[in-house]
């Protein structure tokens, strides 16, 4: 695992209050960096967050700050490398979606998507990379994404285009950012087990049955389990990996159409083994 150290490093996480945001937080601070956590002013679970971080025995300096708000991005990052000292890792993990069919979306909903899930983004890695150069340290960027930045959901058709526009622009950076030792990927989660897809309206017990069928693996993905893939895009084993995403979606863009489900029952030829090894 010193492959993987963080030691001695400070990670910023945005929407660190919960989901994803906090898997990311509590497995930075497992590896051993120090964190600086951000969500929506008086967001819950933000102190829980900073909590779970310090259980592990690094900092957590916790700066609020509507990511809407992209003028006052650069004065967030700003304070942040004030408080906290050089950054080294940035987790572009904020995000919001509304589910509205492409012709009910309003202009204020469609700015509302676009600000939090590309505009942020951008002006936040804007000013933050700057002070990686300045600092001349090597950075590591990680935006996270989704599978709706590759293949689109209906009623999502916002959220949809603001993922993929952030995976170009993470191609973009990586490109500009090559020079100055910052590496820039992108992380591609499914569909995870977080407070996000709870907010749509409709009947999610009969939508998540018929996902999870849908899902190769069969079921929707804990937080924990993007983890492995961002302690590699944040750490030095990730050094030569830039400008390329890391999709952890349990095989659903693997699976072109779900024909296993009307396929005949998987058979082997294989006598089946027991525990010890050896076959009946």
Known sequence: ???????????????????????????????GADLVLTDLPGADGLAETAALVRESGRGALVVEQDLSDTAALHGFADRVRE???????LVNNAGTAALERFNEITP??????????????FFLTQRVAEHMIADGLPGRIVNVT???ALVA?????HYNASKAAVDLLTQSLAVELAPHGIT????APGMVATPIDGEFPFDREAFEDAYRRRIPLGRYARPDE?????????????AYLTGTRIVVDGGVLADQMPRTAFMPPYRTSLRPRRKDGTTP
């Open 146 to 148: 989704s599978k709706n």
């Open 83 to 89: 408080q906290a000292g050089p950054l080294r890792i």
């Open 226 to 238: 993007c983890t492995g893939a961002l302690l590699l895009l944040a750490g030095d084993e990730g």
């Open 108 to 121: 204020e909903s469609w700015y509302r998507v676009m600000r939090v899930n590309l505009d942020a983004v």
């Open 184 to 187: 820039a990927n992108s992380l």
């Open 1 to 31: 695992m010193s492959r993987f150290d963080l030691s001695g490093r400070t990670a910023l996480v945005t929407g660190a209050a919960g989901g994803l945001g906090r898997a990311f937080a509590g497995a930075l601070a497992e590896a």
């Open 153 to 157: 959901e209906a009623g999502l058709a």
